[in-house]
């Protein structure tokens, strides 16, 4: 399936890379500007992968009460209707979320977004939290923009399948 504009959506915590990929695995990754990660796990749909570095000074948590979409505190990149990359925070509270831009009940700070070889990079640094070290994480993928908008992704196949707890000490 070849997508021309990838529409990012992820829920999670720490000092945070998130990258869609085309087909490699997280540990053969060489980031732009050579940065590096302690840790990484290739998520288990939509050939995403999440990278962190996790400070122990801080605290980490983000959606402690569900699984799924409804609830999440989400960063979002897209490429807007000029193909920009854009990157901001929003709140999916229903199944057809306004997606504006919206500041989350944590810090997010140095979010920024990249689209490099078809693939959408994604990084920011979320915290501190108050809830632990697991949280529950939720990535999409889509390939619509309309008036600077990203749209509804696919509610089928792996788009549903696309949420998993990770514990950023052990993962």
């Given at each position: 399936?070849?997508?021309?504009?990838?529409?990012?959506?992820?829920?999670?915590?720490?000092?945070?890379?998130?990258?869609?990929?085309?087909?490699?695995?997280?540990?053969?990754?060489?980031?732009?500007?050579?940065?590096?990660?302690?840790s990484c796990?290739?998520?288990?749909?939509?050939?995403?992968?999440?990278?962190?570095?996790?400070?122990?000074?801080?605290?980490?948590?983000?959606?402690?009460?569900?699984?799924?979409?409804?609830?999440?505190?989400?960063?979002?990149?897209?490429?807007?209707?000029?193909?920009?990359?854009?990157?901001?925070?929003?709140?999916?509270?229903?199944?057809?979320?306004?997606?504006?831009?919206?500041?989350?009940?944590?810090?997010?700070?140095?979010?920024?977004?990249?689209?490099?070889?078809?693939?959408?990079?994604?990084?920011?640094?979320?915290?501190?939290?108050s809830n632990?070290?697991?949280?529950?994480?939720?990535?999409?993928?889509?390939?619509?923009?309309k008036n600077?908008?990203?749209?509804?992704?696919?509610?089928?196949?792996?788009?549903?399948?696309?949420?998993?707890?990770?514990?950023?000490?052990?993962?």
């Open positions: 399936m070849a997508i021309t504009r990838h529409v990012l959506i992820i829920s999670t915590v720490v000092c945070l890379f998130v990258h869609l990929s085309l087909a490699q695995k997280c540990k053969n990754y060489e980031f732009p500007g050579k940065t590096v990660y302690r796990t290739d998520l288990p749909t939509l050939q995403a992968h999440l990278y962190w570095t996790h400070d122990p000074s801080t605290k980490t948590g983000i959606n402690p009460d569900g699984t799924g979409m409804v609830g999440t505190q989400a960063l979002v990149a897209f490429q807007d209707d000029q193909g920009k990359t854009k990157a901001y925070t929003t709140k999916v509270n229903s199944y057809s979320p306004e997606m504006k831009p919206e500041p989350l009940s944590f810090s997010v700070t140095r979010l920024s977004a990249q689209y490099l070889n078809k693939e959408m990079i994604v990084s920011a640094v979320v915290g501190p939290l632990g070290t697991t949280l529950n994480i939720v990535w999409q993928a889509g390939n619509s923009v600077n908008v990203p749209q509804m992704h696919s509610l089928g196949g792996q788009n549903v399948k696309s949420y998993r707890a990770l514990d950023f000490l052990s993962s």
